[in-house]
């Protein structure tokens, strides 16, 4: 079942427990606003009469404007968990008051009920997709959104088809009842999909928490920035033309729609039925248009004609209303309105802000959703006053209809809203050319994906444009959407720049045109093997291999002789490709003496021919290169074995893990050899002896198999040994979504972790600042320190599996950022984000106290029994860190009375690790730097961490650089380097003077004097 969720769904392993709750929160909430809005609009038409409605229509612009900004000002201030469940109770109470204050039969209640409704329908939507932005980040929720839309849809339809039947036993009124349970359903789900599986847990808040004093901005200084910008943006302009001309065509058909059934209808339990029957039918509709139409039309006829299919609907129906209202052309009217809108209208209209840039685009969209929405509702209800107070004599004299000019209003805004469509696409294209000279390359390449995407002979004029221009960056991407949508109406187009004077843009034009299979330019092809470009000759071989048939074997024979190492190589690649048999035969001698080759650019060009052909029965050749002595062969035989997906080379790659620079490829190629690797990643992670591999073999682990390795994942998480590998683990953990009554598993795990790892960090304080007192060297308080630092890196890492991640990664950058001020605000925040068993304790360790009051604090944590100097200088000699241990023995060597000293020295100086034994032999031998050969590396760190440039480098940082500088003496009168030779080397001067001169020899002029440490 899972299997076929992800292929016909696109969920992700880890992603179906929140996906279906998601889903299940949603159709309750729109189940529950159908069956409030069905009874609202019976009660209210029955009791208070539909001439009060353009009244209500105003009332609710008013109120739903107020509310939101009520919203907008508390959301982001509380936990976003605890507000949606506090006010989904509200809500809850809220509606069950209705019901009860309905008995009372008082009819301004009746219209105080329409508002209510209105706000908890508008709210109750706003809330539920903010948090969902909570559960989703953004690319699930690219991906997942419109999946869990659908329980929406499905919720209409159910909601509809089951009102008759409900209202038939319980009555319109206990209907409030109804949707009073279905919000109180809602809480316990959204604690269920919190606890469980949203990166919103019921402890933390959704959003990070920023940690410096926002700047307030006033509703109307909002309100005018966003203004601003719309007067500026013509296709914002035509945005805001839409929307206010459609919002007053959909409340004016509301109006008569609701006033024909209240004709038609006389009791208003019937009504509530039929109303709820209608829904269903439109929300039915709507699920189906939706799930097999709108992408695929929107996909065939672009954005610009789509968006016109709704207004141009409108504009008929308006006009079926103006000729002849009776409840047929009403019924029509709102019918249709209710399909398009959510469905071919929604999507299109909300592509329209592609074009706007990124940064600008919320704005935009707030200002347009949040004004300009609400204030064209409440401009049609003044509308409808004018219309139905005023107007209604006038319609009587001239058409013996009250409402015809009524209707005509309708029709006049529906002709300018589908003036305002039909302008949308010319907007929409211009915004997207103009883009295409945008500074930001982003928003270059972004408009130009959307303009290929458009699929109409007008809109690829400005790809042709493009290919016009002189931006080359721009030509070839132009070239590459063209290839892309196969866009053969612009081979005419692209054949000319086989001419252009760059040799790049000749090459992208010939790929272009092979993926286009013009065989009409064959012979052009043909004719650019013999072009002096190599990149041209190289595409001129792909094309000419894929087009020409059973003649590219003699038409590329040749190439194989070509005196450029890249054309052969392309010329192999492409005879082994399309060249059948024969072409693998006449190649494949050449490639064998590639791969020979003692050049070691040759043999690079053999792997990478192995790579493009993906074949793999070169398997075994490709782990053979594994082994050659130049990096460079073996990084490309990782990339070329990753590219074969052939499990055979499993073991090959989790080895090449251990190489910094192979690390990356090994790692995609393990990742789409899927599944079937598991146990070997497994192994690996638990035994091998590189703890680089084992720590990347866990990430893995986490990001692609997720809960079918959680004992793996725990396992690491308790190696008290390798710290890194317990970072990793949370990392993995992180990644794998682990759902169900593992999740509660995991989170135990967390939580007996994070207690351990906290212990450890006070115990490593308190050895830290013992050794201050005991004027131990700085270098090893500061090494311990380092230690304690990581430690809670980790604990932080831990925190974010059980609370907002995001939210605790930032606080977590704050408490480490050079600014000292944001400490204590951060420390405040951390206190309230939830688990303050566990925050309570992290606090005190970034209170600045002395060495003595620190350890008094650690002991508070850790017990009277805290080690002593003797028992911490074995633990350190013994530490996972080499870092840690090298930084023991030069504070030993030091030390001249510490217990068990000369014994702890000779162990390190047999110390695996080459930084440790020479510093330990040093301490030994009470060597100083004028008494050795050349600078230990400890004494090099010790010099480097006085270097400004290095300063704010960690000791195990430091380390690293300190392994890989040479020291050099310079003698007096020395020139160490001329003017305008190659800067391959950096000098740090430890002691004496270096002058920088310019000038001949005999009249030099001193620019500037180095001393130590320059």
């Not at 020395?974 to 270096?994: K, R, T, W």
Request: contains cysteine.
């Amino acid at each position: 079942m899972k299997t076929f969720l992800n292929k016909a769904f696109n969920i992700h392993e880890g992603e179906h427990g929140r996906v279906f709750l998601s889903w299940l929160i949603f159709l309750l909430i729109m189940t529950g606003i159908i069956i409030g809005r069905n009874a609202r609009d019976s009660i209210f038409l029955k009791d208070v009469g539909v001439k009060f409605l353009p009244y209500m229509f105003v009332l609710n612009a008013v109120f739903v404007v107020l509310v939101s900004t009520i919203y907008t000002a508390f959301v982001d201030k509380m936990d976003r968990t605890k507000f949606l469940v506090g006010s989904l109770a509200l809500y809850a109470v809220i509606t069950f008051a209705v019901r009860v204050v309905l008995m009372m039969n008082l009819r301004w209640f009746s219209a105080a009920t329409y508002v209510i409704v209105q706000i908890l329908w508008l709210v109750g939507l706003m809330q539920f997709w903010t948090f969902m932005g909570d559960v989703f980040d953004a690319r699930e929720s690219k991906r997942l959104f419109p999946l869990i839309g659908t329980g929406g849809l499905v919720g209409m339809v159910l909601a509809g088809f089951g009102a008759k039947p409900v209202v038939a036993v319980i009555g319109t009124n206990n209907l409030f009842l109804v949707w009073s349970a279905m919000f109180g359903l809602c809480i316990f789900l959204v604690l269920a999909l919190s606890a469980r599986y949203g990166k919103s847990k019921a402890s933390g808040p959704a959003r990070p928490v920023s940690l410096a004093p926002p700047k307030k901005i006033s509703q109307w200084q909002e309100f005018k920035a966003g203004l601003d910008y719309i007067k500026g943006v013509r296709l914002l302009k035509t945005l805001v033309l839409i929307n206010l001309s459609m919002w007053i065509v959909f409340t004016v058909v509301d109006y008569e729609f609701s006033k024909a059934v209240a004709a038609r209808f006389t009791d208003k339990d019937a009504l509530t039925g039929f109303l709820g029957v209608f829904r269903a039918a439109a929300g039915f509709l709507c699920l189906v248009v939706q799930l097999g139409f709108t992408t695929r039309l929107i996909s065939r006829f672009g954005v610009g004609r789509m968006i016109a299919v709704h207004p141009l609907f409108m504009g008929g129906a308006t006009a079926f209303m103006t000729a002849k209202l009776a409840f047929l052309s009403a019924s029509f009217a709102k019918f249709g309105d209710h399909v398009l809108l959510y469905t071919l209208q929604d999507s299109s209209y909300q592509m329209l802000y592609n074009p706007i840039p990124p940064e600008r685009r919320g704005r935009a969209r707030a200002f347009v959703e949040g004004y300009v929405k609400p204030v064209s509702m409440g401009l049609a209800g003044v509308l409808l006053i004018v219309s139905v107070q005023f107007l209604a004599p006038i319609s009587t004299a001239l058409r013996g209809d009250p409402e015809f000019l009524t209707c005509l209003i309708s029709f006049v805004f529906a002709a300018v809203w589908i003036y305002a469509s039909l302008r949308a696409n010319a907007d929409y294209v211009k915004a997207l050319t103009d883009n295409l000279t945008s500074p930001s390359a982003s928003l270059r390449a972004e408009s130009l994906k959307h303009l290929s995407k458009l699929g109409d002979q007008r809109n690829l004029e400005a790809l042709r444009g493009v290919l016009k221009s002189d931006n080359e960056d721009m030509i070839q991407f132009a070239l590459e959407m063209i290839a892309d949508i196969k866009a053969r109406d612009a081979i005419s187009d692209v054949r000319p720049l086989l001419r252009h004077p760059s040799n790049g843009i000749q090459a992208a034009a010939v790929d272009t045109l092979a993926a286009l299979k013009d065989k009409d330019s064959l012979t052009q092809f043909i004719a650019l093997l013999g072009d002096d470009g190599p990149a041209v000759r190289c595409a001129a071989i792909r094309a000419v291999a894929r087009l020409a048939g059973d003649d590219s074997l003699d038409l590329l024979r040749p190439m194989l002789e070509d005196p450029k190492r890249k054309v052969r190589a392309q010329a192999v690649t492409s005879l082994i490709q399309a060249g059948g048999l024969d072409g693998v035969l006449l190649a494949g001698e050449l490639l064998k003496k590639m791969i020979e080759s003692k050049k070691t650019k040759t043999r690079a060009a053999a792997v990478d021919i192995l790579r493009h052909i993906k074949a793999r029965h070169f398997t075994p050749t490709l782990m053979e290169l594994l082994k050659d002595p130049e990096p460079e062969i073996r990084a490309r035989a990782v990339r070329a074995l990753a590219k074969c997906k052939d499990p055979r080379a499993t073991d090959a790659l989790i080895g090449a893990l251990s190489y910094p620079r192979l690390a990356h490829d090994a790692q995609k190629g393990l990742a789409d050899l899927g599944k079937k690797i598991l146990p070997a990643l497994q192994k690996a992670a638990a035994e091998h002896a590189d703890l680089d591999v084992r720590r990347r073999c866990l990430l893995l682990i986490g990001k692609h198999h997720g809960g079918d390795a959680r004992d793996t994942l725990l396992a690491a998480l308790k190696d008290e040994a390798h710290p890194a590998l317990r970072g990793a683990a949370l990392q993995a953990l992180s990644a794998a979504h682990i759902e169900g009554g593992a999740a509660a598993d995991v989170r135990k795990h967390v939580m007996d972790f994070i207690a351990q790892e906290i212990r450890a960090v006070y115990t490593l304080r308190y050895a830290a600042a013992l050794f201050q007192t005991k004027s131990a060297p700085e270098i090893f308080p500061e090494a311990i320190s380092e230690q304690a630092m990581q430690g809670l890196d980790r604990v932080f890492q831990a925190l974010g599996l059980l609370l907002d991640q995001t939210t605790v990664r930032s606080i977590w950058a704050k408490l480490n950022a050079p600014d000292k001020s944001l400490v204590p605000l951060a420390l405040e925040t951390l206190e309230n984000i939830g688990q303050k068993d566990i925050t309570k304790q992290i606090t005190p360790l970034f209170e600045e106290r002395s060495p003595e009051d620190t350890m008094a604090v650690c002991r508070d944590v850790i017990g009277k029994d805290a080690p002593g100097p003797d028992a911490l200088l074995e633990r350190f000699a013994r530490d996972a860190s080499p870092w840690i241990r090298g930084c023991t023995a030069y504070a030993l060597g030091l030390s001249a009375d510490a217990p068990g000293r000369i014994a702890l020295l000779e162990a390190l100086a047999a110390d695996s690790d080459p930084f440790v034994a020479e510093t330990a032999h040093a301490a030994l031998n009470k060597q100083t730097a004028q008494e050795a050969e050349a600078m230990l590396t400890m004494e090099k760190i010790l010099f480097l961490k006085t270097v400004p440039i290095f300063a704010g480098m960690s000791g195990e940082e430091l380390r690293a650089i300190a392994e890989i500088v040479e020291e050099e003496e310079i003698k007096r009168g020395d020139i160490l380097f001329y003017e305008g030779e190659p800067g391959e080397d950096m000098y740090m001067i430890v002691s004496g003077a270096l002058q920088a001169l310019k000038g001949r020899p005999e009249d030099n002029v001193v620019l500037a004097t180095l001393g130590e440490r320059d």
